[in-house]
């Protein structure tokens, strides 16, 4: 398992599951031979590799998959009243259901964008402190105070720094980003398709009364 800059974590060794038979947590072995638990919420699967997300990024694909889905239910509730289709009741009783559950997911998405934004005054932080360290160091090999090899070593480990720092600052400002899109209503939910099946339709004299195959999805 690598971490978002693809620097080797270590081994997935086990994974820990409740009474249900989920699985709640990935046991991993670090490269200093000790076991680590995480929440298999922050694993992402990207061909044969395996990723550690940051906690800001895990949340957010949870809010991502929910929020968009508990919006459009409550726009087909209120569908459903206009129509007559359910007694009125039962409609508000929803509505401050789905309507509480908004609110929450609303309030963590706010927690999620606060969050986010210190992140990234911490990496801007850092890549100015990364700078200034090259400076120096560009000044130190000029007035030929280092060794070639030493420079070279110290110079390639900072440029790999500030890279990476770039990413994690890009990937905070993508987040909060998309966060801002879901609270926004730009961010449509992903439905998912159900089994192909085989319902029978009205024959026509014509097709001498055989089934027709059909192929039924979820709208």
Known sequence: MKDEDEKEIGRIASFLIDS????????V???????????????KVSKDEVFL??????KME????????????RKVLDKLSENKVIPTEIYE?????????LEEMKNEAQSLIEDAEKQIKAQE????????????????????TLSEETYQQSRISILKEIKNAQQRKLSLLKTKDKVISI???????????????????EPTPSEEQQAIPVRVTQG
């Open 20 to 27: 249900s038979g989920q699985v709640e947590e990935v046991l």
């Open 29 to 43: 072995e670090n490269k200093q031979g000790r076991f680590v638990k995480y929440p298999v919420e922050r694993l």
């Open 53 to 58: 997300v940051s906690p800001i990024g895990a």
């Open 62 to 73: 949870v809010l991502s998959e929910k929020f968009p889905f508990i919006s459009k239910k």
């Open 93 to 101: 009783n929803l509505c401050k259901e789905f309507d509480r559950t």
């Open 125 to 144: 932080d850092h890549l100015k402190s990364l700078q200034l360290s090259r400076t120096f160091l560009e000044i130190e090999h000029e007035m030929e």
């Open 183 to 201: 609270l926004q209503g730009e961010e449509e939910p992903q439905v998912k398709q159900v089994p192909e099946s085989r319902v029978e339709a």
